[in-house]
């Protein structure tokens, strides 16, 4: 299994990021993935989670509206479109997947680093 | 959603016991059996250590044990090594938000 994001970047506030992740070595389709990120210094934070087909999402009321995940089954590949980007979002972003039925992310992307600062 | 409540530090000397406290609430910890826990190396992703309360995926030490009672979780580390050197997280899936919460985390230090 392996997981690998990109997209990461210098941003001024108010602008906007796509951040993906490649996944490779198991069935993508049949899991759930998500969106996780870290500020500097401190702990981890659940963004966003999407389910196998892509038809069930959730949101973290810190982005809802402003973030939107997708997935591409057919490329093996999971999106986190970010609009409106604050200070408080820079953040190592992690992609993880959902360990399917125990509630629990068993293996993380290496992470990419977002920095919205002007 | 609030961050689940986790000891700043916990310390320990080489073979010794630690246990890591993660106290939520009944709409997270108390309400399911989804507890995981996490070892954050610096710079590092996090990697899972314990599943469902106390289970260990393959090729994670039986030096690691997981517990669960009322709305606090635990974790405890035994038989203490220099490589636990490390951040821990604790998780639950919550039903406040269907999300997942993560604890405040916690700096494992050995002595």
């Known amino acids: 299994v392996q997981l690998v994001e990109s997209g990461g970047g210098l941003v001024k506030p108010g602008g906007s990021l796509r951040l993906s992740c490649a996944a490779s070595?198991?069935?993508?389709?049949?899991?759930?993935m998500s969106w996780i990120r870290q500020a500097p210094g401190k702990g981890l934070e659940c963004l966003s989670y999407?389910?196998?087909?892509?038809?069930?999402?959730y949101y973290a009321e810190s982005v809802k509206g402003r973030f939107t995940i997708s997935r591409d089954n057919a490329k093996n590949s999971l999106h986190l479109h970010m609009n409106s980007l604050r200070a408080e979002d820079t953040a190592v972003y992690y992609c993880?997947?959902?360990?399917?039925?125990?509630?629990?992310?068993?293996?993380w992307g290496q992470g990419t680093l977002v920095t919205a600062s002007s | 959603q609030s961050a689940l409540t986790q000891p700043a530090s916990v310390s320990g000397s080489p073979g010794q016991s630690i246990t890591i406290s993660c106290t939520g609430t009944?709409?997270?910890?108390?309400?399911?059996?989804?507890v995981s826990w996490y070892q954050q190396h610096p710079g590092k992703a996090p990697k899972l250590m314990i599943y469902?309360?106390?289970n260990r995926p393959s090729g994670v030490s039986n030096r690691f044990s997981g517990s669960k009672s009322g709305n606090t979780a635990s974790l405890t580390i035994s038989g203490l090594q220099a490589e636990d050197e490390a951040d821990y997280y604790c998780?639950?899936?919550?039903?406040?938000?269907?999300?997942?919460?993560f604890g405040t985390g916690s700096k494992v230090t050995v002595l």
């Open positions: 070595g198991f069935t993508f389709s049949d899991y759930y």
């Open positions: 999407i389910n196998g087909k892509g038809t069930n999402i």
């Open positions: 993880a997947r959902d360990s399917g039925g125990a509630y629990a992310f068993d293996y």
């Open positions: 469902e309360v106390r």
């Open positions: 009944s709409s997270d910890v108390g309400f399911y059996n989804y």
């Open positions: 998780s639950s899936y919550t039903t406040s938000s269907s999300l997942y919460v």
